[in-house]
């Protein structure tokens, strides 16, 4: 079983639709990261949390501690938002856990 | 201020050579961890470093290492290339352990 579940694995929004990815974690953590990959391999950070909620822009990312739930949702999708978005966890032991991504695609 | 720059962007290499992979990371940051992206395993971390010390080591083999220098840069080498080693290498920096990491572009290691 992997540490760090995500769901879906594939999603396909029309342009403008409310999108909401989520990620599940088995161990306790300190951080919580949430990552964007766009094609070439180029990853940016996009969120870290610890508790609560983030805003940033058109992202939002929450987490509940004691669920071990996190999800990003992405308001008024846009063809750019087209990535892959990574759940990973900074483990007590310090060790890092990634899911396996889901991949997004937004039509126009 | 320049960002996380990985060093070279693409290698080929061949069964039982060596690698080394070079990461800087931005101006200031003193934590830099590295970790293996392949298609079948996805992302997986290899090991961080704080202040020339490794702090974190993932559970790859010991031909896996790495180092810090004092300005911060680090390297990871891999000997005895296997076709397996094959992936993206990524290095992220942060200002300390636990905080924003900030991504390189990765380097890209074909092993043939």
């Known amino acids: 079983k992997n540490e760090v579940e995500q769901s879906p694995q594939n999603l396909t929004a029309q342009e403008g639709e409310f999108i909401t990815i989520n990620c599940s974690y088995s161990?306790?953590?300190?951080?919580l990261h949430w990552l964007q990959q766009h094609p070439g391999g180029g990853i940016v950070s996009l969120f870290m949390?610890?508790?609560g909620k983030k805003k940033h822009g058109r992202l939002i990312a929450t987490i509940n501690i004691q669920e071990k739930h996190s999800s990003l949702h992405i308001t008024a999708s846009h063809p750019r938002d087209s990535a892959v978005y990574i759940c990973?966890?900074?483990?007590?032991?310090?060790?890092?856990?990634f899911g396996t991504g889901t991949s997004l695609t937004v039509i126009p | 201020k320049a960002g996380v720059t990985q060093t070279p962007r693409y290698l080929i290499k061949t069964r039982g050579q060596q690698v080394t992979l070079s990461c800087s990371p931005i101006s200031g940051h003193r934590s830099v961890s590295w970790y293996q992206q392949t298609p079948g395993q996805g992302l997986q971390f290899l090991f961080e470093y704080f202040s020339e010390t490794q702090r974190n080591k993932g559970n790859f083999p010991g031909r896996f290492s790495g180092r810090q220098f004092s300005n911060s840069r680090s390297e990871m080498n891999v000997s005895t290339l296997e076709l397996g080693d094959s992936a993206l290498y990524l290095c992220?920096?942060?200002?300390?352990?636990?905080?924003?990491?900030?991504f390189g572009q990765g380097t890209r290691l074909t092993v043939v």
């Open positions: 161990v306790g953590i300190s951080a």
């Open positions: 992220a920096s942060s200002f300390e352990v636990n905080t924003e990491a900030f």
């Open positions: 949390l610890s508790s």
């Open positions: 990973a966890v900074r483990g007590g032991s310090n060790q890092f856990y």
